[in-house]
């Protein structure tokens, strides 16, 4: 089946724009995470979303990003007023869902690389 | 709080011997699981193994071995007969079970030569 999708796969904007990032999960996976990746640098953890539970937004690094996850399935981080330390690659991942999580691997998208000028 | 560090930035190793990649990590919790993942250079995250903190086993997976020592917090990847192919960076993470919450070390970029 199709895995995860994330568009766009490439985003230039300019300093002070908003920005929407898009992820589609595989279907049936009702976990759901997002992560940014700075250049050579390791996996930052923003949000995860877990079936109708409230999200844990604890990875969320300003009041600027947002996200959302509609009908459990398509989820959308926004980043408000972009600056140029926001560019990075941003990676959407989903795994199956249902109690916790256990050896579940995460199944994870192309990424979008935003880059702020 | 949790943390997973990889101390290794950059290993070198021959084709066809065998590498070690440390993974070292802080938890309180006694139910948490620990996952190896490949990065190639074309950026896509691809899972090669898992192991559970009450798993006695070690994990293998092919050419894959997780080298688990609980009471030293370790979780070592063990790569046999290296190739060419292994050659990409290499990330150890951690799920907390009560949360779900899944977080990654820096990294280790492995380079096999001829």
């Known amino acids: 089946g199709a895995g995860v999708s994330q568009s766009p796969s490439n985003k230039v904007t300019e300093k002070g724009k908003d920005v929407e990032l898009r992820c589609d999960p595989i279907s049936g996976h009702t976990a759901l995470y997002w992560y940014r990746q700075s250049l050579g640098q390791g996996l930052e953890f923003l949000i995860y979303f877990q079936g109708n539970s409230a999200p844990d937004k604890s990875g969320l690094p300003s009041d600027r990003f947002s996200a959302e996850r509609t009908g459990g399935s398509v989820s959308t981080l926004t980043i408000q007023r972009t600056q140029q330390e926001d560019s990075a690659v941003y990676l959407c991942a989903s795994t199956r869902g249902g109690g916790s999580l256990g050896n579940s691997p995460l199944h994870f998208g192309n990424g979008t690389r935003l880059t702020v000028t | 709080a949790q943390k997973i560090t990889q101390t290794q930035p950059g290993m070198f190793v021959q084709e066809k011997e065998a590498v070690t990649l440390d993974c070292t990590y802080d938890t309180s919790d006694q139910s948490y699981g620990l996952f190896w993942y490949k990065q190639p250079s074309s950026g896509e995250m691809i899972f090669l193994i898992y192991?559970?903190?009450?798993?006695?086993q070690n994990a293998t997976e092919g050419r894959y071995s997780l080298n688990f020592q609980k009471a030293r917090k370790s979780a070592n990847l063990v790569i046999s007969a290296s190739q060419l192919g292994d050659s990409a960076m290499y990330f150890c993470a951690m799920r907390d079970y009560n949360t779900d919450k899944l977080i990654f070390g820096t990294g280790t970029r492995l380079q096999v030569f001829p």
């Open positions: 192991q559970g903190s009450y798993d006695e």
